[in-house]
């Protein structure tokens, strides 16, 4: 049942986000039900494909390769969802409209350095790719000490680079409501952060059945 659990569950989500943000009645309930849902959902899902694999044996080569080809397609459709986001990044700022002073960024928008803090974000993200990889070489030579030394890097990495951004969205001068600025900003920067999260706890997982 778990596909159909959890689409229902990130259709809660998105309705519950959506009038949350709206301040309609039953929005917050409503993305309480999804996220909890959603968290469900990873649980038993995740732990029923273990059991499948460590002690049913069911993970064939044809079983491995549908999950292979069922990741890349993942990446896939999440290329073109943030493609959509820096469609709209490049269409408002390589032509800026009259109504937000014919300039990038807006007349009324004080720009985030990009090295400051995104900088060091951009560091810490490209040294848990390096990382992870290590980790993962380490798991197929059958090296287990450094594998986990690698995923516990990588964790460290992944959680400071979340820690920063939140400070850095506490710390913006600018909103989610400032206009195309904002809203670009927020909803392609919040969705990376979102799916920095969700890797955070696949790899967590990942190091709690190495270990």
Partial sequence: ???????????????GGVLFMHNYEGGGELLCLGVITILYVMFTWWRDIIREALFEGQHTIAVQQGLRMGMILFIVSEVMFFFAFFWAFFTSS?????????????????????WGLPFVN????????????????????????????????????AVSFTAMQAFEYSAAPF??????????????TGFHGFHVIIGTIFLAICTVRLY
């Fill in 1 to 15: 049942p778990w596909p159909l659990v959890a689409a229902l569950g990130g259709l809660s989500l998105t309705f």
């Fill in 94 to 114: 390589i032509s800026p409209v009259f109504n937000i002073g014919g300039v990038w960024p807006p007349t009324h928008i004080v720009a985030i350095s990009p």
């Fill in 122 to 157: 951009t560091i810490l993200l490209l040294s848990s790719g390096a990382s992870v990889t290590w980790a993962h070489h380490s798991i197929v030579a059958g090296f287990k000490k450094e594998a986990m030394l690698g995923l516990y890097v990588t964790l460290i990495f």
């Fill in 175 to 188: 909103s989610m409501s400032d206009g195309v600025y904002g809203s670009v900003f927020y909803m392609a």
